[in-house]
C-alpha cells in the first residue's frame, strides 16, 4: 500500500501562486509514475502534470508554461508549482502514484484531494 498526502491548496486571486505538495509512504517500489490531477466542480478528473520515475514530465495543455512539476526523491515528495493561476484552475487536486507497464496501470493509489479556490 502506498499512502499519499496532499499539502498546500487554498484561495488565492488571479495571477497568484501555490505550491502543493505530496508526501508518499509505504510501499514506493515499483511506482514508476505519479501525477496531479483535478476535478472541479461538474467536471471529469483530468491530469494535470505528470513525472516518471526517470524524471520525464508532460502537462495538460491549459497549464503547460505555467505549472511546473517536480519531485524530491530523497523525501518520496512531489510539487506542483502554479503560477498565474486563472479562475479556471479552481478544483479540487489530486495527487496519483502508479507502476504502469507496458502501457497498462498496473496498480495506483490516489490522495484525500486539496482545495485550490482562485477567485477575486
Known amino acids: 500500500q502506498v499512502q499519499l498526502v496532499e499539502s498546500g491548496g487554498g484561495s488565492v486571486q488571479p495571477g497568484g501562486s501555490l505550491r502543493l505538495s505530496c508526501a508518499a509512504s509505504?510501499?514506493?517500489?515499483?511506482?514508476?509514475?505519479m501525477a496531479w490531477y483535478r476535478q472541479a466542480p461538474g467536471k471529469q478528473r483530468e491530469l494535470v502534470a505528470g513525472?516518471?520515475?526517470?524524471?520525464?514530465?508532460n502537462y495538460a495543455d491549459s497549464v503547460q508554461g505555467r505549472f511546473t512539476i517536480s519531485r524530491d526523491y530523497a523525501k518520496n515528495t512531489i510539487y506542483l508549482e502554479m503560477n498565474s493561476l486563472k479562475s479556471e484552475d479552481t478544483a479540487v487536486y489530486y495527487c496519483?502514484?502508479?507502476?504502469?507497464?507496458?502501457?497498462?496501470?498496473?496498480?495506483?493509489?490516489w490522495g484525500q484531494g486539496t482545495q485550490v479556490t482562485v477567485s477575486s
Open positions: 509505504g510501499s514506493m517500489s515499483g511506482i514508476n509514475a
Open positions: 496519483y502514484a502508479g507502476t504502469i507497464g507496458l502501457g497498462e496501470v498496473l496498480r495506483d493509489y
Open positions: 513525472i516518471t520515475s526517470g524524471g520525464s514530465t
